[in-house]
């Protein structure tokens, strides 16, 4: 059982940021990747930014060039720092670890942190 705490969400005004912080219960290089989801009411949610256990990051291209995901293995704490924001950036912003079992990939989840912007 990986517990995640997310923290950081808040209101922001166009062109602003944020840095959001997921901090998990266990060792993250146990994990095989950490993510960042976002999820508008009415859309499934999407995939915003991955870190695998080495590092190797991947980004919605909505956010390329914007947001930066990186981690502290030593804290086992991940954060998305968002620069530019806009409003279509507005959702609930959840943290995902993926976790690799013998039957396949096992997914934990935050409680999720609102971002909104606007001015």
């Known amino acids: 059982q990986v517990q995640l705490v997310e923290s950081g969400g808040g209101l922001v005004q166009p062109g602003g940021s944020l840095r959001l912080s997921c901090a998990a219960s266990?060792?993250?290089?146990?994990?095989?990747?950490m993510n960042w989801y976002r999820q508008v009411p009415g859309k499934e949610r999407e995939l915003v930014a991955a870190?695998?256990?080495?590092?190797?990051?991947n980004y919605a291209d909505s956010v390329k060039g914007r947001f930066t995901i990186s981690k502290d293995n030593a804290k086992n704490t991940v954060y998305l720092q968002m620069n530019s924001l806009k409003p279509e950036d507005t959702a609930v912003y959840y943290c995902?670890?993926?976790?690799?079992?013998?039957?396949?990939?096992?997914?934990?989840w935050g409680q999720g942190t609102q971002v909104t912007v606007s001015s």
């Open positions: 995902n670890a993926k976790l690799r079992r013998a039957i396949g990939f096992v997914d934990y």
């Open positions: 266990t060792n993250i290089l146990s994990i095989y990747a």
């Open positions: 870190i695998t256990s080495v590092s190797s990051t």
